[in-house]
Nanobody
Framework: QVQLVESGGGLVQAGGSLRLSCAAS????????MGWFRQAPGKEREFVAT????????WYADSVKDRFTISRDNAKNTVYLQMNSLKPEDTAVYYC????????????????????WGQGTQVTVSS
C-alpha cells in the first residue's frame, strides 16, 4: 500500500508562489496517474491537476490553468505542484492522490478511482 506525504504548503500573499511536493513510499508509484486536489472550508474536494503515469500528459482545472504546473520525478517517487500567481480563492487544503488503476492513458479529473490519499497540506493566500 503506497503512502503519500505532502509538504510545501504555507501562507503567501496574493501573486506569490508555492511549490508543493508529494513523496510516495511503500508501493509501485511510477505505474499510476497522480493527482492534486483541494478542499476549501465548507466546500467539496475538487480537482486541481493530474499527471499521467509516464508524465506524458497533464490535465488542469480551468481555475488553475496557466498558473499551476504539475510534474513528477519517478526516480524520486515524487510529484510536484508549482503554483504561481496565487489568488485568495486558491486557499484550501491540498491533497495528493494516487489512481487505483495502473497505466491508464486517459485523463482523470474527478476523485473517482483515486484510492490513496495523503494527509493534506494547508495553502493560505492573503489578499
Amino acid at each position: 500500500q503506497v503512502q503519500l506525504v505532502e509538504s510545501g504548503g504555507g501562507l503567501v500573499q496574493a501573486g506569490g508562489s508555492l511549490r508543493l511536493s508529494c513523496a510516495a513510499s511503500g508501493g509501485t508509484y511510477s505505474r499510476y496517474t497522480m493527482g492534486w486536489f483541494r478542499q476549501a472550508p465548507g466546500k467539496e474536494r475538487e480537482f486541481v491537476a493530474t499527471i499521467r503515469w509516464d508524465g506524458g500528459s497533464t490535465w488542469y482545472a480551468d481555475s488553475v490553468k496557466d498558473r499551476f504546473t504539475i510534474s513528477r520525478d519517478n526516480a524520486k517517487n515524487t510529484v510536484y505542484l508549482q503554483m504561481n500567481s496565487l489568488k485568495p480563492e486558491d486557499t484550501a487544503v491540498y491533497y495528493c492522490a494516487k489512481y487505483n488503476i495502473p497505466y491508464i492513458m486517459a485523463g482523470a479529473t474527478t476523485t473517482r478511482n483515486f484510492g490513496s490519499w495523503g494527509q493534506g497540506t494547508q495553502v493560505t493566500v492573503s489578499s
